[in-house]
């Protein structure tokens, strides 16, 4: 509701898009971070955020709406996985849980998520199972918390003091 009342009057000034960051962003992905983002439900977001630009034409394309009027950040499914991967570092740099314990955690939420190589979003528990199935979704191998494969197979390696390298494969 608040989303179609923030398109109705984007389209009289275009300067109410500002209202779709700070308001309707904010509570439609709250506790996405520890929860994660199914498919499904970053669709549902993404249309929330192509209503609230105000372009009503029939046919538009979501990305291009949200990208002019948002920005190249103001897109949902942007926000969603940086916020995602950046918990994540935060969990494995700063939070004093032992890499060792994280691994361990790692490994049973993969092996819980992750069936025949797909994430199963019903199976989801928690933030590292939902970054796991979030990543995987998007073509990345990630089978080690500290070892992540792009979808290009070029790896990236966590490391304990908060540096990161590209490997190139």
């Known amino acids: 509701r608040r989303t179609v009342r923030l398109g109705v009057l984007t389209k009289t000034s275009k300067r109410c898009r500002r209202l779709f ?29 192509s209503a609230a630009t105000g372009i009503s034409s029939s ?7 949200i990208f002019l009027a ?16 950046s ?3 935060y969990l494995w740099h700063d939070s004093g ?6 691994r361990t955690a790692w490994r049973a939420c ?8 797909r994430p199963l979003w019903q199976r989801v528990r928690g933030h590292i199972g939902a970054t796991i199935a979030m990543l995987i979704g998007h073509g990345w191998d990630v089978r080690f918390p500290e070892l992540w494969f792009d979808p290009h197979g070029d790896g990236w390696k966590l490391h304990a003091d908060g540096r990161s390298d590209a490997l190139m494969t």
């Open 21 to 49: 960051p700070s308001g309707v962003m904010p509570q439609a992905t709250w506790g996405h971070s520890a929860i994660g983002f199914s498919p499904c439900a970053l669709r549902r977001v993404r249309r929330l955020a």
């Open 59 to 65: 046919g538009k394309c979501a990305t291009t709406a």
């Open 70 to 85: 948002f920005g190249p950040v103001g897109d949902p499914a942007i926000q969603c996985v940086k916020s995602q991967v």
């Open 87 to 89: 918990t994540w570092l």
């Open 97 to 102: 849980i032992s890499h060792a314990d994280l």
């Open 110 to 117: 993969y092996n819980h998520v992750v069936v025949d190589g």
